[in-house]
């Protein structure tokens, strides 16, 4: 009998790190739609954060310019993937699907329950110490 065919399949590490890329992506995503965010709905970071930590998505937070702060953070990859097909390193199709994919998931993001990510407001006092008691 002859032996099984060899077929191949991505090593886990190969797994793992297409894995680590699109969370960096996502993460990266999600910060540039929250800085996006927070400069159309003309708030502070620490006020996106407070809002953030409440429960309030982007979307919410945004209201009617939702869909020009994704517009607003995907200009700069729709410029890239063109610049690929200029290039003839992807094709119109291609980058017609990943743009697809990245709207899809910029939308997702939009509409999450980001507080679990958010870090804590700080706390303690952010006054100058008092002058110490001097001897009478």
Known sequence: ASPAPVTSS???SAQTSDHHKAGLGALRLGRQLAAETAKQAGLTRQELLADLRKGETLD??????AGSVIDAVLTADQGKLNAAVQAGKITSSQAAARMARLRSEASAI???NLAPFV?????GATT???AA???A
């Not at 919410?60 to 310019?65: D, E, N």
């Not at 870090?119 to 706390?123: C, M, S, V």
């Open 128 to 130: 100058a110490p008092s």
């Open 10 to 12: 991505p090593s886990p």
């Open 110 to 112: 939009m509409g999450m």
């Open 119 to 123: 870090p804590p407001a700080k706390t």
């Open 133 to 135: 008691p001097t001897a």
């Open 60 to 65: 919410a937070i945004a209201g009617s310019k």
